[in-house]
């Protein structure tokens, strides 16, 4: 069984950083992309940065030079580093990972509990 199991969520001022993280646990093969999403209140999931596994990335015009997404394909993980952070960047966000593991040797997508930030003074 694989999980994705989230973390460095929580409240920060409107102009600060957070930093999340991801970790991918299991009888994994291999990871192919990997993401996070969000969902704010009221609001359509929505995606906020992709990374292939050769590092490729990918954002949401909404947080283009504000957020870095990066991988560890040593340890399974995704980190997201958000920067200059907005009151509209409020939401759970999500981890998402495309895997080939065990059970799924074909490759599934998975998802992780969330962890929720939010910016506000």
């Known amino acids: 069984q694989v999980q994705l199991v989230e973390s460095g969520g929580g409240l920060v001022q409107p102009g600060g950083s957070l930093r999340l993280s991801c970790a991918a646990s299991g009888s994994i093969f291999t990871i192919g992309a990997m993401g996070w999403y969000r969902q704010a209140t009221g609001k359509q999931r929505e995606l906020v940065a992709t990374i292939t596994g050769a590092g490729s990335t990918n954002y949401a015009d909404s947080v283009k030079g504000r957020f870095t997404i990066s991988r560890d394909n040593a340890k399974n993980t995704v980190d997201l580093q958000m920067n200059s952070l907005k009151p509209e960047d409020t939401a759970v966000y999500y981890c998402?990972?495309?895997?080939?593991?065990?059970?799924?040797?074909?490759?599934?997508?998975?998802w992780g509990k969330g962890t929720l930030v939010t910016v506000s003074s």
């Open positions: 998402n990972a495309f895997v080939r593991s065990t059970s799924t040797p074909y490759g599934a997508s998975y």
